[in-house]
C-alpha cells in the first residue's frame, strides 16, 4: 500500500516554545499536502552550544512541549508523526537525543535514542563530542505500520552500515535519518551516505534535516532527502531555510529491488584474519 511520506526541514533555535510552534506550522502544511507520516529532523526542540543555558530549558518526556505537541499534531492531523529527535533530560543529569513516532491516536509507538554519539575534530576547527552531554542509546526496533516496515536512526548513525543492515535483515522497508549535519560534513558525504544506505539495503530512505544558521552560531547542511530502493532521489530541499518535501512510497518497490539485486539473501559469514606484510628476505608466511 502505497503512501505519502514527508519530510520536514527547520532551523531551530533556543526557545522549545517557538521551535514547537515552528514544528506545528510546517507539519500542519505537510498534511495539507497528503502527507500521511511526517517527519522532523534531528533536535527539533532546540540546538544549543550553550550547556548551562541548554540544561536550564529541558524537561522529561511527561513534560517536555516537542513530545507534547507532536502528540496533539498526530491526533488532530490523522497522521503518523515522527519527531525526529529532541533532548530529553534524563534522571542522571545526562541528555537523551531521542527520537518518537506517534500514531494517529497520538500514542507513542516508538522511541529511539540514537546510538552513535558525534565525537569528532573537522579540518575548520569545529569539535564536538555529544558524548560528554549525551547518554547514548543501545538498542535498534524495526516497527511494524498499517503501511511499511520502519527502522530507526538519527543523524551520525548513517556513518554505521551494520546499524542500517541489521534493520533491513529484519524486515524494514524504510528507514528513517533525521539529522543536523554540519554544513562542512554535509557538503562531503550527506547525499552519498544517504544514497549508499537506500541501494546497499534495498529501502526507502527519508531524512529530515537542520538547515541553515542557528541561533547558537552553528551552520547545518540542510538538503532534506526522500530516496528509493534503487538511489533515485524522490524529493530533495535546498541548503537553508525552512521546507516542506513530500514522495509516494511503495513498499512494493522495496521487493523488486531485493529481486532484482538480493544482497540481503546473498550475504555469507566470514573470518577476518590479519597477517604481517612485506618482511626482510621475502613474504612473511
Known amino acids: 500500500m502505497s503512501f505519502k511520506a514527508a519530510a520536514v526541514q527547520m532551523c531551530s533555535g533556543v526557545d522549545p516554545v517557538k521551535n514547537a510552534a515552528a514544528m506545528a506550522r510546517l507539519v500542519r502544511e505537510a498534511a495539507a499536502q497528503g502527507a500521511t507520516y511526517v517527519q522532523t529532523p534531528e533536535m527539533t526542540g532546540m540546538l544549543q552550544r550553550d550547556r548551562p543555558a541548554a540544561h536550564a530549558v529541558l524537561a522529561d518526556e511527561t513534560d517536555d512541549i516537542i513530545v507534547k505537541t507532536g502528540s496533539e499534531l498526530a491526533v488532530e492531523l490523522g497522521i503518523h508523526m515522527h519527531v525526529g529527535s529532541t533532548a530529553i533530560a534524563l534522571a542522571d543529569g545526562k541528555i537523551a537525543n531521542r527520537g518518537f513516532l506517534f500514531g494517529p491516536d497520538g500514542r507513542i509507538l516508538n522511541r529511539y535514542d540514537k546510538i552513535h554519539m558525534f565525537d569528532v575534530d573537522l579540518d575548520n576547527g569545529e569539535s564536538w563530542r555529544e558524548s560528554a ?25 548513517v556513518r554505521f552500515p551494520a546499524l542500517f543492515r541489521a534493520q533491513a535483515v529484519a ?3 524504510v528507514m528513517t535519518v533525521p539529522a543536523a549535519f554540519t554544513k562542512q560534513t554535509g557538503e562531503a558525504h550527506w ?15 527519508i531524512a529530515a534535516a537542520q538547515a541553515g544558521r542557528h541561533e547558537d552560531g552553528r551552520e547545518t547542511f540542510g538538503h532534506s532527502m526522500i530516496i528509493d530502493p534503487w538511489g533515485t532521489v524522490l524529493a530533495s530541499a535546498g541548503a537553508t531555510g525552512e521546507a516542506v518535501i513530500v514522495a509516494e512510497i511503495d513498499p512494493g518497490a522495496v521487493k523488486v529491488a531485493h529481486n532484482k539485486i538480493p544482497n540481503l539473501r546473498n550475504g555469507r559469514e566470514f573470518s577476518v584474519e590479519k597477517i604481517a606484510g612485506a618482511v626482510a628476505g621475502g613474504v612473511a608466511a
Open 171 to 173: 524486515g524494514a522497508e
Open 133 to 157: 552531554a549525551y547518554t547514548a542509546g543501545s538498542e535498534a526496533r524495526v516497527l511494524s505500520l498499517p503501511f511499511a516496515e520502519m527502522g530507526f536512526t538519527i543523524c551520525y548513525d
Open 191 to 205: 547525499e552519498i551516505l544517504l544514497r549508499a544506505r537506500a541501494i546497499e539495503n534495498g529501502v526507502f530512505v
